[in-house]
């Protein structure tokens, strides 16, 4: 560990900045893990596209569908290929309990920078507001690594800001990924934006989160590795401006990107996000592969249709 358990806001507040990605998971052929290809896709992501975070085994990741075991392996593999030039944030969501703590504690082990963890599914619950922050409040108490909430409308509801900012107390909670409407992490901002960094993964919002929110995190989806390249990095450019202030060349770097943009979103099947990304990648060079069961996989026709639209968006590479 970096930091102490109290220290963790302050050193996320330092450190905890930029652009981070959240990884998809190449698998082969027959199901396994394609570490090497994994491995390759981090060097690129660090060394060529100056990704800053990488957020690991979450959903884009496919975690769902691995084995514990599997999923620590991704851990360790995230943390030997990131090295010093780019942190990292483990996913330890599911729906034991004792798994999450078990791989928090693993992240903790292995070097991670933090965790992040799902708000829970929950059942015949009418508190909700407080055993979701019993549930925030037993995870921290047993670790020291800095944790990320994050709400999202895949647990069945969406955490309040205020939910959120009574979270913010813990001493070790340090961030959320929050996939809410605009005006509730703009509220959440307000509330506790001096506690814990607020971000959310839309893409298409974070310049406008920079320069009205004074945000400083993008975390996380897969944009910052689709929408660029080795030669072509204008999401990272757009971010650099914004940082320094000179919002409105920002604004046109990042309106070049539209046509990229929509290529991207226009071609993907609503049931397929992680076989479209994957398919995208391989357009770009780097390792995707095939999602696993139950997940669908893309069709011929889908494949052809993507092609032409990535040959034609304007995306260098």
């Given at each position: 560990?970096?930091y102490?358990?109290?220290?963790?806001?302050?050193?996320?507040?330092?450190?905890?900045?930029?652009?981070?990605?959240?990884?998809?998971?190449?698998?082969?052929?027959?199901?396994?893990?394609?570490e090497?290809?994994l491995?390759?896709?981090?060097?690129?992501?660090?060394?060529?596209?100056?990704?800053?975070?990488?957020?690991?085994?979450?959903?884009?990741?496919?975690?769902?569908?691995?084995?514990?075991?599997?999923?620590?392996?991704?851990?360790?593999?995230?943390?030997?290929?990131?090295?010093?030039?780019?942190?990292?944030?483990?996913?330890?969501s599911?729906?034991?309990?004792?798994?999450?703590?078990?791989?928090?504690?693993?992240?903790?082990?292995?070097?991670?920078?933090?965790?992040?963890v799902?708000?829970?599914?929950?059942?015949?619950v009418?508190?909700q507001?407080?055993?979701?922050?019993?549930?925030?409040?037993?995870?921290?108490?047993?670790?020291?690594?800095?944790?990320?909430?994050?709400?999202?409308?895949?647990?069945?509801?969406?955490?309040?800001?205020?939910?959120?900012?009574?979270?913010?107390?813990?001493?070790?909670?340090?961030?959320?990924?929050?996939?809410?409407p605009?005006?509730?992490?703009?509220e959440?901002?307000?509330?506790a934006?001096?506690?814990?960094?607020?971000?959310?993964?839309?893409?298409?919002?974070?310049?406008?989160?920079?320069?009205?929110?004074?945000?400083?995190?993008?975390?996380?989806?897969?944009?910052?590795?689709?929408?660029?390249?080795?030669?072509?990095?204008?999401?990272?450019?757009?971010?650099?401006?914004?940082?320094?202030?000179?919002?409105?060349?920002?604004?046109?770097?990042?309106?070049?990107?539209?046509?990229?943009?929509?290529?991207?979103?226009?071609?993907?099947?609503?049931g397929?996000?992680?076989a479209?990304?994957?398919?995208?990648?391989?357009?770009?060079?780097?390792?995707?592969?095939?999602?696993?069961?139950?997940?669908?996989q893309?069709?011929?026709?889908?494949?052809?249709?993507?092609k032409a639209?990535?040959?034609?968006?304007?995306?260098?590479?």
């Amino acid at each position: 560990m970096k930091y102490s358990r109290n220290d963790a806001k302050d050193y996320a507040r330092e450190n905890m900045k930029g652009i981070w990605a959240a990884a998809l998971n190449p698998f082969s052929d027959d199901g396994s893990l394609n570490e090497r290809g994994l491995r390759s896709n981090i060097r690129h992501w660090v060394d060529d596209l100056d990704i800053q975070g990488l957020f690991i085994a979450g959903k884009q990741g496919e975690f769902f569908s691995m084995s514990l075991a599997e999923r620590k392996r991704n851990f360790e593999i995230a943390v030997e290929e990131t090295g010093v030039k780019a942190q990292t944030i483990m996913s330890c969501s599911d729906q034991n309990f004792d798994t999450v703590l078990e791989l928090a504690k693993y992240s903790e082990q292995v070097g991670a920078d933090y965790i992040v963890v799902h708000a829970p599914i929950l059942h015949f619950v009418s508190d909700q507001d407080d055993t979701v922050f019993n549930y925030y409040h037993e995870i921290c108490k047993h670790i020291n690594i800095g944790v990320a909430m994050w709400s999202h409308p895949d647990s069945g509801y969406l955490m309040s800001p205020q939910l959120c900012a009574r979270i913010a107390e813990i001493p070790n909670i340090v961030s959320i990924k929050y996939s809410v409407p605009r005006p509730m992490y703009t509220e959440l901002t307000r509330l506790a934006g001096d506690k814990i960094l607020v971000s959310t993964a839309s893409e298409d919002e974070w310049l406008e989160n920079i320069e009205e929110l004074g945000w400083q995190l993008y975390l996380c989806s897969s944009p910052p590795y689709l929408l660029q390249s080795s030669v072509d990095q204008r999401m990272n450019e757009y971010t650099r401006l914004a940082f320094k202030g000179e919002f409105r060349q920002a604004r046109k770097v990042r309106d070049s990107l539209e046509p990229v943009r929509a290529a991207l979103k226009n071609t993907r099947p609503g049931g397929k996000p992680q076989a479209h990304q994957k398919y995208w990648q391989e357009l770009l060079g780097q390792a995707g592969g095939p999602v696993r069961s139950p997940l669908l996989q893309l069709s011929d026709e889908e494949k052809d249709v993507t092609k032409a639209a990535f040959e034609a968006c304007g995306l260098k590479v």
